[in-house]
T-cell receptor, first 114, second 111 residues
Framework: AAGVIQSPRHLIKEKRETATLKCYPIPRHDTVYWYQQGPGQDPQFLIS???????DKGSIPDRFSAQQFSDYHSELNMSSLELGDSALYFCASTRGAGGGDEQYFGPGTRLTVT | KQEVTQIPAALSVPEGENLVLNCSFT??????LQWFRQDPGKGLTSLLLIQSSQREQTSGRLNASLDKSSGRSTLYIAASQPGDSATYLCAVTGGGNKLTFGTGTQLKVEL
């Protein structure tokens, strides 16, 4: 079965640069969630989209923005990168935004900021 | 604000032992609870999902229980194997369907 796809899998950037992470949900899934997991930390919710509209927002820095496109894929744009942005970024998807839908996770993108 | 705590933070057991991992959450208004496994530097593998109306779920050697009113869940692993060594995370789904993760239990099963 098709799973959530994230690209790139690994990304190395320098401070103050910009990065774009992409997430392709499972076919027919219309809701996407982004999570950030710093070294030794548990994943933290950043932002979610349902039917191309932002549905919820967590602890996402103002330097980050995200959107969901007409084909339901989502992109997380990160500007003015800082060393502390180095983390594993996960994307998850569900079909519908109803409470209790199981989230299916992608393999993650490892971002290293030097 | 939902807070999820896992005890113990780390656990080392000999192969073959049965073990229990604990998860507690402060807000009982959840839709469901999930247990995940994460190998070092890797992604999240979903192990079990328990809906708020359910009390337990089983998959192979794993059994997860949920007591929503007391804000607790346990993950029982039977006959542990070295391949079970990983970090185990519990997460609850609340408003907005977003997951709040626990701090994790780092499990090591020794030969």
């Amino acid at each position: 079965a098709a799973g959530v796809i994230q690209s790139p899998r690994h990304l190395i950037k320098e401070k103050r640069e910009t990065a774009t992470l992409k997430c392709y949900p499972i076919p027919r899934h219309d809701t996407v969630y982004w999570y950030q997991q710093g070294p030794g930390q548990d994943p933290q919710f950043l932002i979610s989209f349902y039917e191309k509209m932002q549905s919820d927002k967590g602890s996402i820095p103002d330097r980050f923005s995200a959107q969901q496109f007409s084909d339901y894929h989502s992109e997380l744009n990160m500007s003015s990168l800082e060393l502390g942005d180095s983390a594993l970024y996960f994307c998850a998807s569900t079909r519908g935004a109803g409470g209790g839908d199981e989230q299916y996770f992608g393999p993650g993108t490892r971002l290293t900021v030097t | 604000k939902q807070e999820v705590t896992q005890i113990p933070a780390a656990l080392s057991v000999p192969e073959g032992e049965n073990l229990v991992l604990n998860c507690s959450f402060t807000d009982s208004a959840i839709y469901n609870l999930q247990w995940f496994r994460q190998d070092p530097g890797k992604g999240l593998t979903s192990l079990l999902l328990i809906q708020s109306s359910q009390r337990e779920q089983t998959s192979g050697r794993l059994n997860a229980s949920l007591d929503k009113s007391s804000g607790r869940s346990t993950l029982y692993i039977a006959a542990s194997q070295p391949g079970d060594s990983a970090t185990y995370l519990c997460a609850v789904t609340g408003g907005g369907n977003k997951l709040t993760f626990g701090t994790g239990t780092q499990l090591k099963v020794e030969l």
